[in-house]
């Protein structure tokens, strides 16, 4: 058994956004993600499934087919390889799940 607190111990960074492993599994990453408000995180992709869960703020995705603006409690999904885009609307605490198998 493993466990983890996605809202312990967040630090906000002024020049980077915070990206923290909180767990690892043979199926599974978790990671969290803190943007501050206007901070981006270019086009990118995964090699695998990863699903985003917004547990504080707002961030706007945008992907080839267009954009999702999510908000507190949202959940998004993207298959693998898919190009992605996000930016910080404010504040924002992210959960990543990628899914490994």
Request: with cysteine.
């Amino acid at each position: 058994m493993l466990l983890a607190n996605m809202l312990d111990g967040i630090d906000f960074d002024d020049e980077d956004i915070a990206i923290t492993e909180l767990m690892r599994t043979a199926y599974s990453k978790e990671i969290r993600i803190a943007m501050q408000r206007h901070q981006m995180m270019r086009d990118h992709e995964s090699s695998h499934p990863v699903a985003f869960a917004v547990l504080e703020g707002s961030v706007r995705v945008q992907f080839e087919a267009g954009e999702s603006l999510l908000q507190k409690g949202d959940v998004l999904s993207l298959e693998r390889e898919v190009v992605h885009h996000l930016e910080a609307l404010e504040d924002t605490v992210l959960r990543l799940t990628i899914f490994l198998c």
